[in-house]
């Protein structure tokens, strides 16, 4: 029998007037188990003995957490669907993937269950969910909020950030996890538009909110793009059997297969493939900055194609544009915009290292053009 359906993990009854908060769960909280939404992680999990340290803005707020929210086991996929704690359901329609690995996140902000969400963000498990889900996400710059308390997945490219039904729950968020943040002022822009192969409906959808914003708009040329997200997928699924990969031998049928199969990807990879990766990555650094010189922000579709329906969800392993901005370390704003396709398309704003404040004062000029 398949699992019930469900946004959280575990839920909490709460009182009080401050934001609500859902987290997802690779994230500790005294007193309770963190379980990655893995089943043998849960079966071994004790409660955790103090908060992960990106809760102490929430915390002093008085952020109301709601619940830990579910995932793709081990954060470790990109369609949201988990076979111990159930799949999200998708509000904008209950046929298709919630995304991944954030799924539970995404869901609750978008269902009104939590005015912010944390998730957490290593080749695209906060952008990919939030355009599945029609919400805003943003990915921080590598290294900006603590990874403290936080079940690691690829170390050189976890993030934590923020999720919300808009740019002003994104601000909130990032309040919270940062306290004292503000949104900067975005001004007059210089947007470097990016165009990876996309269903015409996603890319007219993206090139309507950027001309509404009335932004300076400059097409760029990137063939090294597919080289770019080969590598970071790459380092990734390394790293990943580096942190995870011991979980396997004793898992006894307690890790989903599609979760193994990844895992044994970064298995046994020769040192000097994974050394062409890494000089790859220094010279993405270097051309990124580059990039910056000449752009304020770069633009993008989070997702080339509509969400799928699920059981098809690793049709976004082929869709996403997100690896680019884990490799370089950049932060990365996710806003839904209308489409003619069967749900909004996604827009993927990129800005340099610590940009956050002005990728969010940019969110707000897009939703202001869209009405």
Not at 87 to 107: K, Q, Y
Not at 148 to 165: C, E, H, K, N, R
Request: glycine share 12%; aromatic share 6%; charged share 20%.
């Amino acid at each position: 029998m398949p699992p019930t359906v469900s946004t959280f993990i575990t839920r909490f009854d709460t009182a009080g007037t401050g934001l609500r908060l859902a987290v997802k769960d690779l994230i500790d909280m005294a007193g309770v188990p963190t379980t990655a939404g893995c089943r043998l992680v849960a079966d071994e999990a004790a409660s955790a003995p103090a908060d992960a340290a990106c809760l102490a803005g929430a915390r002093a707020a008085g952020a109301r957490i709601v619940g830990k929210t579910n995932l793709h086991e081990l954060a470790l996929g990109v369609t949201g669907e988990n076979p111990w704690f159930g799949t999200p359901v998708n509000p904008l329609d209950p046929t298709r993937v919630p995304g991944g690995s954030s799924s539970g996140s995404a869901v609750a902000v978008a269902s009104g269950e939590a005015d912010v969400a944390y998730g957490s963000d290593t080749g695209g498990s906060v952008r990919i969910p939030s355009a599945c889900c029609g919400t805003a996400g943003l990915k921080t710059t590598h290294g900006r909020i603590s990874l403290q308390g936080v079940w690691p997945l690829a170390p050189s490219f976890d993030t934590i950030g923020p999720m919300a039904s808009s740019v002003a729950g994104l601000e909130a968020g990032m309040a919270l996890l940062e306290p004292g943040f503000t949104a900067g002022s975005a001004g007059p822009l210089r947007v470097g538009r990016l165009r990876p192969q996309a269903d015409p409906a996603v890319d007219a959808a993206v090139d309507f909110a950027l001309r509404a914003t009335e932004w300076e708009l400059e097409e760029l040329g990137l063939p090294e793009w597919d080289a770019v997200t080969a590598a970071a997928g790459l380092l990734l699924v390394v790293e990943a059997w580096a942190t995870d990969g011991a979980l396997v031998d004793r898992a006894g049928g307690r890790i989903g297969a599609d979760v193994v199969g990844r895992l044994r990807l970064g298995q046994g990879v020769e040192e000097a493939v994974v050394a062409r990766a890494w000089e790859a990555r220094g010279r993405w650094k270097g051309r990124l900055e580059d990039l910056f010189r000449r752009v304020d922000l770069l633009a993008v579709p989070t997702l080339t194609v509509f969400p799928p329906p699920l059981g098809r969800g690793e049709e976004l392993l082929m869709a996403r544009c997100t690896l680019p901005a884990n490799l370089g370390g950049v932060p990365a704003l996710s806003l839904p915009v209308p489409s003619s396709g069967p749900v909004p398309a996604s827009l993927q704003l990129v800005g340099p290292w610590w940009s956050e404040e002005r990728l969010l004062a940019a969110g707000y000029v897009v939703e202001a053009a869209m009405g």
